[in-house]
């Protein structure tokens, strides 16, 4: 695998489901970030990791918890979301965060999620 | 506050014809970049061309080239010789500021016609 992979690709789920959005960067990044995705919307940030430290959260509702056990790896859990939290869910992945955003954001392929 | 504006929902081009796609964009910071990102039907977003505000010489990646007005907050991308492929969603993003965070448009919905 290269670049920036997520799975699974499609879910649909209840409301009183819980399931998890995983994603991997195989670019040796140390920096991951979580985007939503909704139609005719900007792409709206969720959260950032930077050594696995989370150093960013968008004001996102306590249903969705992001995990991020190594600069590789970070996860969306999610539980008892609501019908418009149906969007395709980016990771994207970067060297780091340093400032003046001179780190170009690799994105994966997306999770497009449906919420019932 | 950044913000970022695409006004254009969907164009339309000529295979072989060159289109341009446009955006602006609105900030107080000095230093910061601008990035083009493409993101086909199958959903993958892909990097284009990136620009660093403090160059003044104009971006360019084979067919794709961006006119960057810093003082009108323009970034417009320009294809060129226009194929199927280039058929996606065009995304314009600004980063500035303190840490990483990117703004993006709503993105212009282009189709390249055979």
């Known amino acids: 695998e290269t670049g920036v992979t997520q799975t699974p690709r499609h879910l649909v789920m209840g409301m009183t489901n819980k399931k998890s959005l995983k994603c991997e960067q195989h670019?040796?990044?140390?920096?991951m970030y979580w985007y939503k995705q909704s139609a005719k919307k900007p792409l709206e940030l969720m959260f950032v990791?930077?050594?696995?430290?989370?150093?960013e959260n968008n004001s996102v509702p306590s249903r969705f918890s992001p995990e991020c056990p190594n600069s590789s790896h970070l996860f969306l859990h999610l539980h008892t979301l609501q019908p418009e939290d149906s969007a395709l869910y980016l990771c994207?992945?970067?060297?780091?965060?340093?400032?003046?955003?001179?780190?170009?954001?690799?994105f994966g392929p997306g999770t497009r999620l449906l919420v019932l | 506050a950044q913000t970022v504006t695409q006004s254009q929902p969907e164009m339309s081009v000529q295979e072989a014809e060159t289109v341009t796609l446009s955006c602006t964009y609105d900030t107080s910071e000095s230093n910061y970049y601008l990035f083009w990102y493409k993101q086909p039907p199958s959903r993958q977003m892909i990097l284009v061309i990136r620009q660093e505000a403090y160059k003044q010489q104009n971006a360019t990646e084979n067919r794709f080239s961006v006119n960057f007005q810093k003082a009108a907050k323009s970034f417009s991308l320009k294809i060129s010789d226009s194929q199927l492929g280039d058929t996606a969603m065009y995304f314009c993003a600004f980063s500035g500021g303190t840490g990483n965070q990117f703004y993006f448009g709503t993105g212009t919905s282009l189709t390249v016609i055979p």
């Open positions: 994207a992945s970067s060297q780091g965060t340093s400032g003046s955003g001179q780190e170009t954001q690799y």
């Open positions: 990791y930077n050594f696995k430290e989370q150093t």
């Open positions: 670019l040796g990044h140390n920096a």
